[in-house]
């Protein structure tokens, strides 16, 4: 069944609603994984954790994952919660009685609408082990002219608390997978994009790509495809970027899956967790965005 955003609109029955925006943060869950994403600020989804351990920043002060775009005549990037939130829904997908999957609608009525659904699946308790995959759609409701239109993509994981992460980002011709782990290589997140070429990436220490994406300047992000980014060692970030010419009346979509794992060796469980759960918050405490 699903729930929308006020309680007075569960009473209508009606396949899909408009909802007004508003600042609205929701969770989403499934056994020991639960994700909050604001739907109106560039923090979007900026938690996720893991049997009780956060892996984003975990405050609406900096995002842990989020889009950003820019069209022909905009003068810098955007985060897609500036446009207006036209339909927010959260939903139960598998009868437990807590919604696991939203999905958000941002529209500039006459030109383009972003469209947005994560879903979530978790583990049981005491497991380590998650997944948040995300479709996206862009569509040209120009009925004249056709869109040029660029999307970014930020993520900042906090695996290693203030030791840092190893992040690599791979994939030829198109760099569509992201790695990220900490040093030890026992904490690990994949991203892998489906049906959408990546067409620029980087991967940077914070707070270089964020600073890009929210300097008032146009900027695209440093290295063009089949050009990968050095592996980047420490209190690192990483992005994607898609460019393209979306024909009028016409759409461009594709997925994206994000896999969070525990690989446990005796010896280094505890660091781990340690490296999670107690130093973690370490390196949230001293940034500044």
């Keep these: 069944m699903k729930k929308y955003r006020h309680s007075v609109l569960a009473l209508l ?26 739907d109106s600020s560039m923090a979007g989804n900026y938690s996720w954790t893991v049997n009780g351990n956060e892996l984003y920043p975990g405050t609406t002060d900096l995002p842990g994952q989020w889009f950003w775009y ?22 139960d997908t598998d009868g437990d009685g807590f919604n696991d999957t939203l999905v958000l609608t941002y529209t500039q009525a006459g030109a383009f609408e972003v469209f947005l659904k ?19 759609r862009i569509t040209n409701l120009s009925t ?31 760099p569509n997978e992201a790695n990220q782990a900490d040093l030890m290589g026992s904490l690990v997140v994949t991203e892998t994009v489906i049906g959408g070429n990546v067409n620029r990436s980087e991967a940077e220490l914070f707070n270089t790509t964020l600073n890009k994406l929210t300097d008032g300047n146009i900027d695209d992000l440093a290295y063009l495809a089949p050009a990968l980014p050095p592996v980047n060692v420490g209190d690192a970030t990483w992005a994607m970027q898609w460019d393209r010419v ?10 994206k899956d994000k896999r969070v794992e525990l690989i446990p060796e005796p010896l280094t469980m505890l660091a781990v967790f340690g490296g999670v759960a107690a130093v973690g918050g370490y390196i949230r405490k001293r940034r500044t965005a």
């Excluded at 820019?70 to 939903?91: C, F, H, I, N």
């Excluded at 056709?146 to 980002?169: A, K, N, P, Q, W």
Aim: aromatic share 10%.
């Design 70 to 91: 820019r069209t022909t005549g905009m003068t810098q990037e955007k985060s897609v919660d500036t446009l207006p939130l036209t339909l927010s829904v959260a939903s």
């Design 13 to 38: 029955v009606i396949a899909a609603v408009a909802v007004p925006a508003g600042a609205v943060s929701w969770t989403i869950q499934d056994g020991n994984n639960i994700a909050i994403i604001d």
């Design 144 to 174: 004249t002219d056709s869109l040029d239109f660029h999307l970014f993509e930020y993520v900042d994981f906090d695996l290693g608390g203030f030791l840092g992460d190893r992040i690599t980002i791979s994939g030829t011709p198109n």
């Design 118 to 136: 994560f879903s979530i699946v978790g583990s049981n308790v005491g497991a380590f082990t998650g997944d948040i995959s995300e479709q996206i």
């Design 246 to 255: 979306i024909a009028v009346g016409g759409d461009f979509s594709f997925s």
